[in-house]
Structures are given as C-alpha cells and as structure tokens.
C-alpha cells in the first residue's frame, strides 16, 4: 500500500531526492567517502555548498546583494536573532501576529527589546490574516515581522503585507519557495528547512546586505549574523548533510519547472481540498476563503470524536499524520511542495466515503 505522509514538518520530501541520498550516502561522487565523514573544509563539502548556494539564487532569482546563510537553532532559533541583529539601539519593531509561530517569535522579539503587536487575528482564532485597516505600522520601526504561512492554522497571507520603506522580515518556513517570491520586497526570510526545503537541522536565511551593519559587536559570536555571512556559513562546523538534502531539493525544484510551476501544481493541489470542503455541510474548513493556505488545509468534523474516528480510519487506508497540532485539534492535511497529487485525490475520496457512512 502507498503511504501518504501528511505530516506537517518534518514532511514528505521528494522521492527522487531520497534515491539520490540514498545512492551517495556511502561514497560521494568523486570522493570515495560518505559527506557525513567529511570536513566542512574539504573541496567537496565546499563546493556543494556552494552549488547549493548557486541553485537557490537561480530557482528564486535572489538578487546579489542578498546573502545567503545556512544556520542551525531551526527557525525558532531566529525568533531571537531578528531581533538582536536588526534592533537598532533604542529601536523598535512591529510584528503581525496570526498565529502559534508568529506568537512565539513575539514572546521571544520582547524579551529583546522594543517590540509592538500592529496587527493580529488572536480575537478570530487566526482564522484570517489581518485587513490592511486592522495594521498600524509604525513607519520608524526598524522592521517589520510576518508569518507567511500558518502552519498550525492553515492561513496563508495572498501577499506580502505593505510595509512602505521599513525592511520586511518574514518567517516562510511553511510556504518557502511554494510559488515565485519577489526577495527584493524582503530585509530578511528565514525558513527551518523540514517543511518545503528538505530534512530538519537547517534554516535558510536570506539577508539584505545592508542591514548587517546593525548587529551590535556585543553579540556572541554564533548570534551575529555577521559571523555567518563572512565565515560563508561555515564559521563552526554547519549541518553539512541537511545542506546537501537542502541543495537536491532545490534541483529537483529547478527540475519541476521552477516556482511558476510549482505555484501551479500546489494552487490545484489546494483546490480538489477546498472544493471538497464546500462541497458539504460534514466538514468545515478553519480559514477564510482569501487567506486559505495551500500547504496546511484544516478542517473540522461535527465532533472531536469523528475527527478521532476519521484520522484512525484514514491511517488504516495509508493516509497518515492527518490529526490536527494538538492546539486547535480537528484534521490538518499538509501538502507541501513535494506532497503528490494522488495522495490529495485519495485524501479526497476518502472523504466522501467517510461522510457518506458517517454524515
Ligand atoms: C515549523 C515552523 C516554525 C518552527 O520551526 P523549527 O525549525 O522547528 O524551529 C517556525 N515558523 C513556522 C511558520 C513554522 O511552520
């Protein structure tokens, strides 16, 4: 039986990709030895990083003035790094609060400094992301902080928030490289690579160049943006492995046609979930139509125990990790980049069967 995997991070990765990994896992082209057992130093780990580098700036057109970092700590761990690299002294930041990440990176951003809820959907169980009217940006902040994409609540923003000339930090770590992104709108990305780029252990970071003169010289060494950026994420010794997952990924993206077409594929993908959902009076989706995500599609059932009923029953037919975070519970179905069509259509049909025993 296929197993359709579900889950929302660490997800499904690309089969080819893990066939790949699979076949140079004990000898690396060229080399003879397993990139595991490699120094980060070496000319082959340097230049698959470096390819790795290379394959990101193509597949998402980053301009030059943007570095490209390859960190550890996950995305959480940027919860407090933004803040302590990019707060100015006596500075403040805005953050736009529209879910259970965006509410962590706050928590984290105020124990830092000067750091200001402009706008957040808390009151609508973060059922939508913020109106433009429901923003007030201050416009001398030194940044402002958004969610892409709500992993838990399954709202995604349809663009980025307008934010006039204050630089635009977002945590895409759920919708990254999803469909094509204007990085030049953008003083900072991050993204913990288990969702859309690959294998846990690593976060992308992207960085306009500019903004690393901020970074106060008082911050240790291994939190100052700096470091990473002139040690070319090889300052200590990086997760070499998720790197190179990370690059395979990325080719095999530049193999699908890129982000014009993976933005095609996962818009269908969402929409045989959504037109489900509206289809019938048993399931009701959390997000507004608008804000609906195209990578976590949630949705309730007339009662936590058919949601129960329905994730075990759904796991008996392959269809695994459907349980909603255990903060807002009802079913959560994430299909990221590499998630497969048929896996949604089989999602689909079980649905209707499952509502026309149970409805
Ligand atoms: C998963 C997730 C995180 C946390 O990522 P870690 O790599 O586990 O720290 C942060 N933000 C968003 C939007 C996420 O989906």
């Not at 790949?20 to 990083?49: C, N, T, W, Y």
């Not at 919708?175 to 992308?204: C, E, H, M, R, W």
């Not at 995500?293 to 949705?299: A, D, K, L, Q, Y």
Request: charged content about 20%; overall charge negative; glycine content about 8%.
């Amino acid at each position: 039986m296929t197993i359709y995997n579900f889950a929302a991070g660490p997800a499904t990765l690309p089969a080819p990709v893990l066939l790949e990994a699979q076949k140079d896992l004990v000898s690396f082209p060229g080399s003879g030895m397993s990139l595991l057992e490699m120094s980060h130093r070496s000319k082959p780990v340097q230049g698959m990083i470096e390819s790795a580098e290379e394959n990101i700036r193509a597949l998402a057109g980053i301009p030059d003035n943007y570095h490209i970092l390859f960190l550890q700590g996950g995305a959480s761990a940027q919860f407090s790094m933004v803040p302590m690299n990019l707060l100015t002294p006596g500075g403040k930041a805005d953050h736009l609060v529209t879910g259970n990440f965006a509410n962590l990176a706050l928590q984290d951003a105020q124990k830092v400094g000067d750091v200001r809820v402009a706008g957040s959907t808390a009151d609508r169980n973060h059922d939508r992301v913020p109106t433009p009217d429901e923003m007030t940006l201050d416009p001398d902040a030194d940044y402002v902080h958004f969610t892409g994409n709500n992993t838990i609540y399954g709202t995604e923003w349809p663009a980025e928030p307008e934010v006039g000339n204050v630089p635009l930090v977002g945590d895409l770590s759920s919708n990254i490289f999803s469909k094509p992104i204007d990085v030049s709108k953008y003083g900072l990305i991050y993204a913990g690579a288990q969702k859309n780029l690959g294998a846990a252990g690593v976060t992308l970071v992207l960085l306009r160049n500019d903004l690393l003169t901020r970074s106060p010289d008082t911050l240790p060494a291994m939190l100052n943006y700096n470091t990473h950026s002139k040690g070319h994420s090889a300052y200590n010794t990086p997760p070499v492995f998720s790197i190179y997952i990370l690059g395979l990924v990325v080719k095999w993206l530049l193999d699908q046609g890129g982000l014009e077409k993976m933005a095609a594929q996962n818009e269908d993908k969402a929409k045989l979930l959504y037109d489900q959902l509206e289809a019938s009076e048993f399931y009701r989706g959390h997000a507004l139509q608008g804000n609906r995500s195209r990578m976590n599609v949630t949705f309730n059932l007339p009662n936590p125990e058919l949601e129960a009923q329905f994730a075990t029953e759904a796991t008996v037919e392959g269809l695994v990790e459907l349980k909603g975070h255990r903060s807002v519970g009802g079913i959560r179905a994430s299909i990221y980049n590499a998630f497969p069509k048929e896996g949604v259509e089989t999602l689909v049909s079980f649905m209707k069967e499952f509502e026309r025993i149970n409805g």
